[in-house]
């Protein structure tokens, strides 16, 4: 009996003395957790996640190759050995004499970088500006909103292409305020809607009544409650920006050769896509699941945080 | 009540006051969730005839607005079930038809009126269009006819300057007259029987008595049957003949609306009547029925009001009461009450 | 009477209309609160009645400083409140709170309960000092018949009844003098209605406390409150003692309000006999002039579109029925009889 789920218990403690003992506190943010801790595709896109963020801390623990280190002469465009796991043959060797699967490894750092950092940045840049905007409305919302709607006009890969030529040399923290600077008004948008919406619960309105200054309001009422949509948002968008930045060095304007990226491999193994295939699949299949691994978290998300679940 | 009802039948022959037309037996609904299986209806029988009123009353949770959207066919399955029971209309079980047959009975036979008018009509088309609408898909009526048709209704709903109303849409008009506009909707097709699901409810008591005073007298013209489901004792004292007390998915109390009032034969009904404050007279101390409304994932064993009840005994806490017949101090039968309390005779008689 | 707690004068509060997306140009106003006067006694309970749109929701956010007043005093023991701001505000929140009407809506779903009934000390530290800040926040559960152990529980886990002690609590934790309540009862079950109203009862006996209670169910106000006021479309139509307004009605409009509230006794239903008002409540961004009734009233003449009653005692009317009522042709008619 006591086992059985229950949700509305005894009133008051007066109505009897055998009431039950009262369950455990639940918050709606530890629902969601045991919730998506359910879900097949939370699991796999996380596990995926999980070791993609160990290959850009730690890519030394996976292959003890120089993923720079070419070898023209024994190795130009060799076949991969597929039963050789972990080794530096595995999936054969690029136009340069270097390990396909090294560079693999090596390339994750760049995009988990570029996608963390791009997602955080708009996150905080772009929530306050929307939080400002839902928040205060008025001329403080024009101005913002109008801002945003020119920002929406920029295509966001011919921005990034322009912004970036300004860089006489590019690192990844160049591509990464390239697309910070171009990018925080997504989350503006979303971030102004959920706070306008949440803005007019009768909490807000009660917490007013007590006297609760702006702060307060603001990051204890508005922000808990109203931070659920961008971050579903920014785990979608994080694939995306990664993406991009595969893109942009795809397009030799992004990362610049001694950094390794996916995307500049792509891009040297296409011109020998007849002869080599293996070449262009590794980092491209690479790039594909990365994205599909994040976009895949972020459905998830939004599933166990859909407040009409509950 | 402006009029009585009139037992003139001029070319609406078709209803019969009396003729049974909906019986439910035996009804269990339940809905499986995260949170487990909640037993939204367990076992509910009531029947409705042509030209009568059954009030439904019942607080959130009851099952009372389940078992309506079971009769019609528009409850969600899943999550919802149907584990047993029959829905007779006119004699046949509806849970066994299929789809096409369930489909040509709504709208048709039976229809239904929702408490919130604005969100179940579409915004972008007009009125008279929504309207037309079921002419033109139930009677394959032209454009015209459809639109003649739909100003016809609006008049007899009441709804001024239908002509002109017409192409109208649906944020143009009051919270009352859009609920007259579904009214008219239900009416449309001139089923046998409407079911209103808190009709009024999200209407002003002004509003409210218009909107009641036209449902009654659309009865007494074309003797539909009329199941009310409704939380408002108030508006039920109103309007119904007999009516179903239901409590936690089962129906705990029916009787002929006089007699409920007067001597109801269940704690929780007379709980209920004693707990609302009456217009008429300032009263003391308001009684209130201790505890809160139940649990559907967690019925309790027994009676499922016996936490709440002045008067269980231990027998109320192991065995669920059935619907008994309830009889007078001689024993004599009393017309179309039941109660399903172990303790009836105390509640009635003591 | 006892010593006015709470004064209001000539209250208004407009709702500009505006046309154009960059020079915005009002083009006229939603008169939600249009004049509105009344006094709020020590230990009373005004009940505000009214249906939706008669700006009785309007007038409780006002008097809470939540919307600004566009014209017009609110008196809080003498002193104008309706002009404050900053500190000056904040102290007078102390004593003015506010129980809301959803109790789903109400209560912020992230924070616990003891968070939420803690949160008024947290912006006025003063009234408890930090240490003993727990074992308020479960005294007042414990007052308000919830139990005190529930107060690392989310909002969520409580039904609607349960819910909206919480907010009470929360609205009780300052010790105010007064408490506005917004339909507090509406949005629960009947058979929970009942216990939230004792509840609301006992803790003016305790603390005592003056209510303005606001609602459209005319019997529960009836059962709260000492004196009873009726809005429409903006203004107060009649105000007077519970007896005065429910048995000695004298303006049509309470009248027509009284004789349509359903009553649970089917015996009755035959004997009444209702005034069915014809039309809707015109709109308030374009009032009728004179009465704001007239278009609705079986007794409106030339008069009444032309000059605005006056709410005042009607001199001709004696015992109960004189009271304050704004009908040219106020006049007492014998309605809901039991």
């Given at each position: 009996m006591p086992d059985l789920i229950e949700k509305n218990v005894p009133a008051q403690g007066a109505a009897g003395s055998a009431e039950p003992k009262p369950e455990k506190p639940r918050s709606l943010g530890?629902?969601?957790?045991?919730?998506?801790?359910?879900?097949?595709?939370?699991?796999?896109?996380?596990?995926?996640?999980?070791?993609?963020?160990?290959?850009?801390?730690?890519?030394?623990?996976?292959?003890?190759?120089?993923?720079?280190?070419g070898d023209l002469q024994h190795h130009y465009l060799t076949k991969p050995n597929y039963l050789h796991f972990f080794q530096a043959d595995w999936f054969g060797y690029d136009g340069q004499g270097r390990?396909?699967?090294?560079?693999?490894?090596?390339?994750?750092?760049?995009?988990?970088?570029?996608?963390?950092?791009?997602?955080?940045?708009?996150?905080?840049?772009?929530?306050?500006?929307?939080?400002?905007?839902?928040?205060?409305?008025?001329?403080?919302?024009?101005?913002?909103?109008?801002?945003?709607?020119?920002?929406?006009?920029?295509?966001?890969?011919?921005?990034?292409?322009?912004?970036?030529?300004?860089?006489?040399?590019?690192?990844?923290?160049?591509?990464?305020?390239?697309?910070?600077?171009?990018?925080?008004?997504?989350?503006?948008?979303?971030?102004?809607?959920?706070?306008?919406?949440?803005?007019?619960?009768?909490?807000?309105?009660?917490?007013?009544?007590?006297?609760?200054?702006?702060?307060?309001?603001?990051?204890?009422?508005?922000?808990?409650?109203?931070?659920?949509?961008?971050i579903v948002v920014a785990t979608i968008a994080l694939g995306g920006y990664i993406a991009t930045e595969a893109t942009l060095s795809f397009l030799g304007i992004g990362l610049q050769d001694p950094t390794i990226s996916w995307g500049i491999d792509i891009n040297s193994a296409q011109k020998v896509i007849r002869t080599a295939p293996f070449a262009l699949f590794f980092p491209a299949g690479m790039l594909s699941v990365t994205v599909l691994a994040f976009i895949m978290l972020g459905d998830a998300v939004r599933d166990a945080l859909d407040p009409k679940l509950r | 009540m402006t009029t009585a009802p009139e037992k003139t039948t001029a070319g609406q022959d078709r209803l019969v006051p009396g003729t049974p037309l909906l019986e439910v037996r035996d009804l269990h609904v339940e809905f499986k969730t995260r949170d487990g299986v909640a037993k939204a209806v367990n076992g509910v029988n009531y029947s409705v005839a042509a030209g009568e009123t059954l009030a439904v009353l019942g607080e959130s949770g009851s099952g009372k607005s389940v078992t309506a959207q079971t009769i019609m066919g528009i409850l969600d399955m899943p999550p919802g079930r149907v584990t047993a029971g029959e829905i007779l209309f006119r004699g046949q079980d509806m849970l066994k038809m299929s789809n096409e047959e369930r489909r040509k009975i709504r709208g048709r036979k039976?229809?239904?009126?929702?408490?919130?008018?604005?969100?179940?009509?579409?915004?972008?088309?007009?009125?008279?269009?929504?309207?037309?609408?079921?002419?033109?898909?139930?009677?394959?009526?032209?454009?015209?006819?459809?639109?003649?048709?739909?100003?016809?209704?609006?008049?007899?709903?009441?709804?001024?300057?239908?002509?002109?109303?017409?192409?109208?849409?649906?944020?143009?008009?009051s919270g009352g007259m859009r609920q007259r506009i579904m009214i008219a909707m239900a009416l449309a097709l001139e089923p046998d029987l409407i079911i209103a699901d808190e009709p009024t409810t999200a209407l002003d008591v002004t509003v409210q008595a218009q909107v009641m005073d036209l449902l009654a007298e659309l009865q007494a013209e074309y003797h539909m049957g009329l199941i009310l489901?409704?939380?408002?004792?108030?508006?039920?004292?109103?309007?119904?003949?007999?009516?179903?007390?239901?409590?936690?998915?089962?129906?705990?109390?029916?009787?002929?609306v006089h007699d409920l009032y007067a001597r109801p034969a269940h704690p929780y009904t007379k709980g209920l009547l004693r707990s609302i404050p009456r217009l008429d007279q300032k009263g003391e101390e308001l009684y209130a029925i201790k505890g809160l409304p139940p649990n559907l994932y967690k019925v309790p064993a027994g009676?499922?009001?016996?936490?709440?009840?002045?008067?269980?005994?231990?027998?109320?806490?192991?065995?669920?009461?059935?619907?008994?017949?309830?009889?007078?101090?001689?024993?004599?039968?009393?017309?179309?009450?039941?109660?399903?309390?172990?303790?009836?005779?105390?509640t009635l008689h003591g | 009477m006892a010593e006015p707690i709470l004064e209001v004068r000539d209250l208004v509060k407009h709702y500009p209309l505006t046309q154009g997306v960059l020079f915005k140009k009002q083009v006229g106003a939603v008169k939600a609160v249009d004049g509105v006067s009344f006094t709020l006694a020590k230990g009373e309970t005004l009940g505000i009645v009214g249906e939706s749109g008669c700006g009785k929701s309007?007038?409780?956010?006002?008097?809470m400083n939540l919307e600004r007043a566009t014209a017009g005093q609110v008196l809080y023991k003498g002193e104008d409140i309706s002009r404050l701001s900053g500190a000056a505000l904040k102290a007078v929140r102390r004593n003015i709170q506010m129980v809301f009407q959803d109790p789903y809506t109400s209560l912020n779903?992230?924070?616990?309960?003891?968070?939420?009934?803690?949160?008024?000390?947290?912006?006025?530290?003063?009234?408890?000092?930090?240490?003993?800040?727990?074992?308020?926040?479960?005294?007042?559960?414990?007052?308000?018949?919830?139990?005190?152990?529930?107060?690392?529980?989310?909002?969520?886990?409580?039904?609607?009844?349960?819910?909206?002690?919480?907010?009470?609590?929360?609205?009780?934790?300052?010790?105010?003098?007064?408490?506005?309540?917004?339909?507090?009862?509406?949005?629960?079950?009947?058979?929970?209605?009942?216990?939230?109203?004792?509840?609301?009862?006992?803790?003016?006996?305790?603390?005592?406390?003056?209510?303005?209670?606001?609602?459209?169910?005319?019997?529960?106000?009836?059962?709260?409150?000492?004196?009873?006021?009726?809005?429409?479309?903006?203004?107060?139509?009649?105000?007077?003692?519970?007896?005065?307004?429910?048995?000695?009605?004298?303006?049509?409009?309470?009248?027509?309000?009284?004789?349509?509230?359903?009553?649970?006794?089917?015996?009755?239903?035959?004997?009444?006999?209702?005034?069915?008002?014809?039309?809707?409540?015109?709109?308030?961004?374009?009032?009728?002039?004179?009465?704001?009734?007239?278009?609705?009233?079986?007794?409106?003449?030339?008069?009444?579109?032309?000059?605005?009653?006056?709410?005042?005692?009607?001199?001709?009317?004696?015992?109960?029925?004189?009271?304050?009522?704004?009908?040219?042709?106020?006049?007492?008619?014998?309605?809901?009889a039991a």
């Open positions: 530890l629902d969601a957790w045991h919730d998506l801790r359910k879900r097949p595709v939370f699991i796999i896109s996380a596990a995926l996640i999980v070791l993609l963020v160990a290959f850009a801390i730690a890519p030394s623990l996976f292959t003890s190759v120089d993923p720079r280190a390990s396909i699967y090294a560079r693999m490894i090596y390339g994750a750092r760049a995009s988990v970088v570029v996608g963390i950092c791009v997602t955080a940045g708009v996150t905080v840049l772009g929530g306050l500006a929307g939080m400002a905007a839902g928040y205060y409305g008025g001329w403080v919302d024009t101005v913002i909103s109008r801002v945003t709607d020119m920002f929406f006009g920029i295509p966001l890969l011919l921005g990034a292409l322009v912004v970036l030529n300004a860089f006489t040399t590019r690192t990844v923290w160049s591509v990464v305020f390239a697309l910070v600077a171009l990018g925080w008004t997504q989350m503006t948008r979303v971030m102004r809607g959920s706070v306008i919406t949440v803005k007019q619960s009768d909490f807000v309105t009660a917490a007013r009544a007590l006297g609760a200054g702006t702060g307060r309001i603001m990051f204890k009422h508005i922000l808990p409650n109203a931070i659920a949509p961008v | 039976i229809a239904m009126i929702f408490q919130d008018a604005l969100s179940s009509l579409n915004p972008v088309l007009s009125v008279g269009y929504q309207l037309g609408e079921m002419f033109r898909v139930h009677e394959g009526a032209s454009r015209k006819e459809a639109k003649a048709k739909a100003i016809e209704l609006m008049d007899r709903v009441r709804i001024p300057a239908a002509a002109q109303r017409v192409n109208d849409y649906p944020h143009q008009f489901i409704t939380h408002d004792l108030g508006v039920v004292a109103d309007v119904a003949d007999k009516i179903a007390v239901m409590y936690a998915g089962r129906i705990v109390e029916t009787a002929p009676c499922a009001f016996n936490p709440r009840c002045d008067v269980a005994t231990d027998l109320c806490r192991t065995e669920i009461p059935a619907l008994h017949q309830v009889t007078d101090r001689d024993g004599a039968e009393l017309a179309g009450r039941k109660s399903a309390c172990h303790l009836w005779k105390e | 309007t007038l409780a956010k006002v008097l779903p992230r924070m616990t309960v003891g968070d939420i009934i803690g949160e008024p000390f947290e912006i006025h530290p003063e009234v408890a000092p930090k240490g003993d800040r727990r074992k308020a926040v479960q005294d007042l559960l414990d007052v308000v018949g919830l139990n005190p152990e529930y107060i690392n529980r989310y909002p969520h886990q409580f039904s609607g009844g349960q819910r909206q002690r919480i907010g009470i609590a929360r609205g009780l934790a300052l010790k105010p003098e007064i408490i506005i309540c917004d339909e507090p009862v509406s949005a629960l079950d009947v058979s929970v209605q009942a216990q939230v109203i004792n509840l609301l009862e006992q803790l003016q006996g305790e603390f005592e406390l003056s209510y303005m209670f606001i609602a459209h169910d005319l019997s529960i106000v009836r059962h709260i409150s000492d004196r009873v006021g009726v809005m429409y479309l903006g203004r107060m139509v009649e105000i007077g003692t519970d007896a005065e307004i429910y048995e000695h009605a004298t303006h049509p409009y309470t009248q027509a309000l009284l004789s349509a509230v359903p009553v649970p006794d089917p015996t009755g239903r035959e004997g009444r006999e209702r005034i069915i008002l014809s039309g809707d409540i015109p709109s308030p961004a374009n009032p009728p002039s004179g009465c704001r009734f007239r278009t609705r009233c079986w007794k409106a003449e030339e008069r009444c579109a032309t000059e605005v009653p006056l709410l005042a005692a009607p001199t001709l009317l004696t015992g109960d029925a004189r009271h304050d009522s704004a009908c040219h042709f106020a006049a007492e008619r014998e309605v809901a």
